[in-house]
């Protein structure tokens, strides 16, 4: 393998910095100005990665850009992100010493640029003012932050200690050890150590605040199901939602036990239409009728029957509404029968008609405030399930906080794998080979993705020997299997089947995984191992990969100077060989 540069190393961490905007650009979008200080950590990362660009562009474009305006760009980004920090736990901080730090940094970074030359001092002149400022973001993430948000604010806090440690150790070591060349891209070795360690950082640093964000909206989130839950329950009112398509009923309230006589469990799963509520039919066709036509009825009045047979008036309120992507109903019932019982006291009390007419205006004062109060409760409710379902505010959370954590997962396992990609390239990963034996290897990976087969009834064989003992890279070849065997799930049709073999020939040990699942065209075969085309396709249930697993085991099966190819047959299913040498 050829050695990689300083240049190239840096390449990598400027892609990995734009991959983390990308990312937090899409957390941004996907929660808008629900946190404050969300916009300023995107711009933290946009600055961040243009700076890291204008370094790596370095003797392509003037060196007053590529060196001490890049690096205080990259500088300022990290005491934007200070700012949007703050902003996010509501602790605003006096910023006057950062923009002077930034002023001085900026100067001296020029000094050591034009004056008098020294890489040296400018790489300590960076790693003071990330000391300086990384210590302000640990103290506040660790300490100022609020009690009740330190649980989810302390792992960027504590990424940050990790900025402190590393930024102090690398003055440290470049006080003692004096560098005398002016190109950073020719630097030693330990710079290409630090910049990778960087790029961990940095990919920490991104997982750690899509851990923020996906704690607190899951706080959200409870804290809405809390709000949402009381309301439903504490209303004075019978509710009930529906399915549009069929009337099957899936929640009502507590509260439909004292108005209709029914206990909520005797409703759920039970069709509207057989619940027979309505006294009369004509009026069910009248009320879907005005439903179907204008797609909200409010406050229609019907007489309704109890579980008892017992007859009441009542308003019926219901609106069509969306709830995880199908139509549903609510209806809200409010039962009248005390008002409609004085209406009638009314009328038929005409000894009293005085008397009842000086007190009419102030009764009628109390019914309007009684319906009122039901409407005002009803037209929050729907508010409420509006906002939620379709303007993001309860369901759309919900489904907020589902795609960040599958996201960051996904995130988490594509910055995974280029972790993993960037240290073979750069020859980090060690080749330590041994005897290993692959059925328990085996067994052990089923174990870890049983819940995913599970999930999809997936039947996994294994036809292997008692002991097929190989002389191999253990931690490389688990990840070939992890890989292989996780794929095949992925593509494997629910209660499809995956067959995993081994076989042992003359000259070499050759291990297969094969499914029935959806298959590969034959177009797209060669371009599943090459690291230029690299693509990654849905599975049968949606779910989402990285793109980089079959590189990493192609890179891995080349270090055991092995074989991995694929057959595979569209709509039949595929199978992934790789073999090993036995020398």
């Known amino acids: 393998m050829f050695p990689i540069d300083i240049r190239t190393i840096y390449l990598s961490l400027t892609i990995t910095s734009i991959i983390n905007l990308i990312l937090i650009g899409s957390l941004y979008f996907q929660i808008k100005n629900r946190y404050p200080g969300t916009f300023l950590i995107l711009l933290s990362f946009f600055i961040s990665a243009t700076g890291n660009i204008l370094v790596f562009l370095r003797s392509a474009i003037p060196d007053w850009i590529s060196i001490p305006v890049a690096n205080t760009l990259i500088v300022s980004s990290t005491i934007i992100l200070l700012i949007g920090l703050e902003q996010f736990?509501?602790?605003?901080?006096?910023?006057?010493?950062?923009?002077?730090?930034?002023?001085?940094?900026?100067?001296?970074?020029?000094?050591?640029?034009?004056?008098?030359?020294?890489?040296?001092?400018?790489?300590?002149?960076?790693?003071?003012?990330?000391?300086?400022?990384?210590?302000?973001?640990?103290?506040?993430?660790?300490?100022?932050?609020p009690a009740s948000m330190r649980k989810i604010t302390s792992p960027v806090g504590y990424v940050f200690v990790g900025v402190f440690a590393i930024q102090i150790f690398r003055i440290i070591y470049l006080l003692q050890n004096n560098q005398?060349?002016?190109?950073?891209?020719?630097?030693?070795?330990?710079?290409?150590?630090?910049?990778?360690?960087?790029?961990?950082?940095?990919?920490?640093?991104?997982?750690?605040?899509?851990?923020?964000?996906?704690?607190?909206?899951?706080?959200?989130?409870?804290?809405q199901e809390e709000k949402f839950s009381k309301a439903f329950h504490a209303a004075p009112f019978l509710i009930m939602l529906s399915k549009f398509s069929d009337g099957e009923i899936f929640e009502v309230n507590e509260n439909v036990q004292s108005i209709s006589g029914y206990h909520p469990n005797e409703l759920i799963g039970i069709k509207s239409i057989d619940l027979r509520i309505w006294e009369h039919n004509s009026d069910r066709l009248k009320f879907t009728s005005d439903l179907l036509s204008n797609g909200i009825v409010i406050e229609d009045e019907y007489l309704f029957r109890k579980k008892s047979g017992e007859l009441f008036p009542g308003l019926i309120t219901a609106e069509i509404i969306t709830i995880n992507n199908e139509q549903s109903i609510i209806s809200v019932i409010n039962d009248i029968t005390t008002r409609k019982q004085a209406e009638l006291k009314l009328r038929n009390s005409e000894a009293s008609l005085r008397e009842l007419n000086s007190t009419k205006d102030k009764f009628f004062s109390i019914i309007a405030h009684d319906l009122k109060s039901p409407f005002n409760g009803i037209m929050g409710f729907s508010e409420i399930l509006n906002n939620q379902v379709k303007n993001n505010n309860y369901e759309g959370i919900e489904k907020y906080a589902e795609i960040i954590n599958t996201s960051s997962q996904h995130a988490m396992d594509l910055l995974t794998n280029l972790m993993e990609w960037s240290r073979v390239q750069t020859d980090l990963i060690k080749f330590n080979p041994e005897y290993i034996d692959v059925v328990p290897m085996i067994k052990s990976i089923l174990e870890l993705l049983k819940s995913a087969s599970e999930h999809k009834s997936i039947t996994i064989n294994l036809n292997s020997s008692f002991n097929f003992i190989l002389y191999a890279d253990k931690e490389m070849i688990e990840v070939v299997l992890r890989n292989l065997i996780s794929n095949a799930i992925k593509f494997t049709p629910h209660k499809g089947a995956i067959n995993i073999a081994t076989l042992e020939k003359e000259n070499e040990y050759v291990i297969s995984v094969a499914d029935n699942g959806i298959g590969i065209e034959n177009s797209k075969l060669e371009k599943l191992f090459r690291i230029d085309t690299?693509?990654?396709?849905?599975?049968?249930?949606?779910?989402?990969?990285?793109?980089l697993g079959l590189i990493l085991c192609r890179d891995f099966i080349a270090k055991h100077q092995g074989k991995i190819w694929v057959e595979s047959e569209l709509d039949v299913g595929s199978t992934f060989y790789f073999s090993l040498p036995k020398n």
């Open 534 to 547: 690299s693509h990654s396709t849905l599975g049968t249930n949606n779910e989402r990969g990285t793109g």
């Open 89 to 145: 736990v509501k602790k605003k901080g006096y910023q006057l010493q950062n923009y002077i730090l930034l002023l001085v940094f900026l100067l001296v970074h020029s000094y050591f640029t034009f004056v008098e030359p020294n890489l040296n001092a400018r790489i300590i002149n960076i790693s003071f003012a990330y000391v300086l400022v990384s210590f302000q973001i640990a103290f506040l993430m660790l300490k100022r932050a």
């Open 180 to 223: 005398k060349l002016t190109d950073y891209f020719k630097s030693e070795v330990s710079e290409a150590l630090f910049i990778l360690t960087w790029e961990i950082i940095i990919i920490s640093l991104t997982y750690s605040i899509f851990l923020m964000y996906n704690k607190q909206l899951l706080i959200d989130v409870n804290a």
